[in-house]
């Protein structure tokens, strides 16, 4: 049966060459978002060039609740089926998107808003369709492209509006990403859906490490077959809950096994994003 995958960020890194990877192997249909028209297009050509069927393409700025909940109506629209959400789009600590506190268009903290926020938005608007797709031999799945760069949440100041820094922010919203994983976990069963999240590699040659750190470590080969284990591989069916670094199963910050502050997340985020969310099951 053939997959129909969703990737956000897929125009540049990890997205664009899980795209390409995905495209090579086959049987599959991909979904792509991106902010820039122009680049969906070249990726777009590059996939149908590797073989796969032409992709849906969606353009959506992240830090905009309104457009990403635009853009999960434009993907239930264009698609019958949604087997797979890897949810890859993000900004990190620092340039091109500054050091300094910045905020969304919706007043929110940048990294908060674009990292995790536009996830949580995204994810909870397609799980109508995402848990529709599944099937008695295989669940939908939700893969959160995170982080072992994690820093524990302040409850109390959430949108770091004291003593910020772009590398605290940025390790908040990943841990807060592998929160909402669990949170997810939690509430469907593994035969319907499962949520898994992922250090996919350390400064691997995407442009967010280029442009800030200036060297690499990880090949993005190896980001991507991580990435597309969790997303594809189907003796990982019924995994759910896990955080993963690289292809190893590992132990985030203990805050992330904290059931109250991930209820309080939650909570917070669903105030956050109201307005913009189509289903709060």
């Known amino acids: 049966m053939t997959t129909t995958l969703a990737i956000t960020g897929a125009t540049d890194g990890l997205g664009r060459a899980l795209a390409l990877r995905l495209a090579a192997d086959g049987d599959v249909r991909l979904v792509l978002h991106g902010r820039d028209p122009a680049k969906l297009e070249r990726v777009a050509r590059e996939v149908r060039e590797a073989g796969a069927p032409k992709p849906v393409t969606v353009t959506a700025d992240l830090a905009d609740l309104a457009q ?56 909870e608007n397609l799980l109508p369709l995402l848990t529709a797709s599944a099937t008695a031999d295989r669940a ?30 940025y390790a908040q919203s990943k841990l807060a990403q592998i929160m909402n994983c669990f949170d997810l976990a939690g509430r469907f069963p593994a035969d319907r859906l499962t949520a898994t999240s992922l250090h996919p590699g350390t400064y691997m040659p995407t442009k967010i490490v280029l442009n800030e750190v200036g060297r690499t470590v990880d090949t993005l ?27 190893r199963p590992a132990r985030p910050n203990p805050q992330a096994d904290d059931a109250g502050v991930r209820d309080a997340l939650r909570a917070r985020s669903l105030e956050l994003a109201a307005g913009h969310l189509t289903t709060t099951r």
């Open 221 to 247: 080969d190896s980001g991507v077959e991580a990435t597309r284990r969790l997303a594809v591989d189907p003796t990982l069916e019924g995994t759910t809950g896990r955080f993963f670094d690289r292809l």
């Open 68 to 123: 990403v909940a635009r853009l999960a109506d434009e993907v239930t629209a264009a698609v019958d089926r949604l087997d797979v959400l890897v949810n890859n789009a993000g900004i990190g600590s620092g340039e091109p998107d500054g050091r300094e506190r910045r905020t969304s268009h919706d007043g929110l903290e940048l990294r908060f808003a674009v990292n995790y926020l536009a996830t949580f938005v995204l994810t």
């Open 140 to 169: 939908a799945r939700v893969v959160h492209v995170s982080s072992l760069g994690q820093h524990p949440l302040d409850l109390d100041d959430l949108q770091l509006e004291h003593g910020y820094s772009g590398s605290r922010a």
